[in-house]
């Protein structure tokens, strides 16, 4: 090469690298559905306007008739059913395309994170209506979407339906309406691929690294042989793309659900129908208790795997990154209180130990929680993982006080160590 050349070259590279190192600070673009971009606007495209995590059925409705108007005859609002108590399960339709996708979610009452994300993403596909991947995506699509699936559950806050049946134990004796709606939908519609969207317990750890385990994965399986079936494998590659956008935002905290198979189970059955089916399941993070970050981070992984499954880029992911997720571990503390002593008012003997607290919830309050610290263990609990440990050797409390079960605030726990 000439030195002409050589310096043209030069030049040219880095032209090149400016260019490149300019987009890439560029904010993101409008509409743009790769995760990046989808993560940094989430704000400018979720529903703001949401209670939380105790959100009713009234208040769902109310944004559902919302959204609908927002829309533009995009999205179709059906009512499929009604719950025990009678209240309506809906199935909202977006898109026209080939490839079917059904979500449904909370239909355990009191796992409410998806119900918000499924309503963000809706917010979001409205909100960008002109914009090509979203387009892309209601030509290639058809998103089935059945927010909060056990309004009963929702209303009372608990697991079970108003008749006190697990719906997710149901999917073979279908005694319960919402189980009949769910399987309906699925036979009706026949859709390739299923998102069965719950929340699990907030302080599980990552195995055994003290890590709290945010989110967790499973493509379940279809008999107790764990048998790989294409649709299986399937499910196994979106749950690897979901592991790699993921691990941008929260690595070292995704694990793998327990993947016993569970002949009741819907996300079981409905991978056994024909439906390549992903559990997700939210969990934990510090200072976050009604769960807005993995509200977040669900909504960004339901637009990515969407994405992935409307360009067929999911075929490419690499199954090992979603097989070799470690599994979660035992229940991991808010805090502990070590080398306390515990005194009674009472006849009982005084006693040292360690107190282990979980996150407390008011009773009907969805707020002022943040601080709210709920007795769950009294002992050794020296070889207990925990996000926080205060050391309170030579300190009194009361037994009283302390006992199983009882709500402190964390302030007032600090206020009686001084
Ligand atoms: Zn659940």
């Known amino acids: 090469m000439s030195h002409f050349f050589r310096d043209r070259f030069i030049l040219k590279s880095i032209f090149i690298i400016v260019l490149v190192s300019a987009m890439s600070s560029f904010p993101a673009l409008a509409g743009s559905m790769d995760p990046r971009s989808l993560y940094d606007s989430y704000d400018t495209y979720r529903l703001a306007d949401v209670s939380g995590p105790r959100m009713k059925h009234a208040e769902l409705i109310q944004h559902l008739e919302k959204l609908q108007h927002e829309m533009k005859g995009v999205m179709s609002i059906e009512v499929v059913g009604r719950s025990a108590e009678g209240r309506t399960i809906n199935l909202l339709t977006l898109g026209t395309g080939k490839k079917k996708i059904l979500f449904w979610s909370q239909m355990h009452g009191d796992e409410p994170t998806a119900t918000m994300a499924l309503l963000d993403i809706v917010s979001y596909v409205g909100k960008n209506l002109g914009s090509p991947d979203v387009q892309r995506l209601l030509k290639e699509t058809?998103?089935?979407?059945?927010?909060?699936?056990?309004?009963?559950?929702?209303?009372?806050?608990?697991?079970?339906?108003?008749?006190?049946i697990d719906i997710n134990r149901d999917a073979l004796r279908l005694q319960s309406p919402e189980a009949r709606i769910l399987k309906k939908v699925r036979d009706q519609h026949i859709p390739e691929f299923g998102f069965n969207?719950?929340?699990?317990?907030?302080?599980?750890?990552?195995?055994t690294t003290g890590k709290l385990a945010a989110i967790a994965l499973l493509a379940p399986a279809i008999d107790s042989a764990n048998t790989d079936t294409p649709v299986r494998v399937k499910a196994k590659k979106v749950a690897a793309l979901i592991t790699e956008v993921l691990s941008r935002y929260i690595p070292g905290h995704i694990v793998r659900y327990d993947d016993s198979y569970e002949r009741r189970a819907?996300?079981?059955?409905?991978?056994?129908?024909?439906?390549?089916?992903v559990l997700i399941e939210s969990?934990?993070?510090?200072?976050?208790?009604?769960?807005?970050?993995?509200?977040?981070?669900?909504?960004?992984?339901?637009?990515?795997?969407?994405?992935?499954?409307?360009?067929?880029?999911?075929?490419?992911?690499?199954?090992?990154?979603y097989e070799t997720l470690p599994e979660s571990g035992k229940k991991i503390f808010d805090l502990i209180v070590s080398g306390v002593t515990l005194v009674s008012s009472d006849t009982l003997p005084s006693a040292t130990v360690d107190i282990g607290f979980v996150q407390g919830r008011a009773r009907g309050r969805s707020s002022d929680s943040r601080t709210l610290l709920q007795v769950s263990d009294v002992g050794d609990l020296s070889t207990s993982p925990?996000?926080?440990?205060?050391?309170?050797?030579?300190?009194?409390l009361s037994m009283e006080a302390f006992r199983l079960g009882k709500n402190i605030e964390v302030d007032s726990i600090a206020k009686k160590l001084r």
Not at 288 to 316: C, H, M, Q, W
């Open 283 to 321: 969990g934990g993070w510090k200072d976050d208790p009604d769960k807005l970050f993995l509200r977040k981070l669900n909504y960004v992984t339901l637009l990515s795997a969407i994405t992935a499954i409307a360009g067929k880029t999911y075929e490419k992911a690499d199954i090992s990154k």
């Open 386 to 396: 925990t996000l926080e440990r205060w050391n309170a050797e030579g300190k009194k």
């Open 197 to 207: 969207l719950h929340d699990m317990d907030a302080r599980l750890p990552v195995a």
């Open 142 to 164: 058809t998103l089935l979407i059945i927010p909060m699936l056990n309004p009963d559950g929702a209303e009372h806050f608990q697991r079970w339906n108003a008749q006190g």
């Open 266 to 277: 819907f996300g079981d059955n409905i991978q056994k129908w024909g439906t390549s089916t």
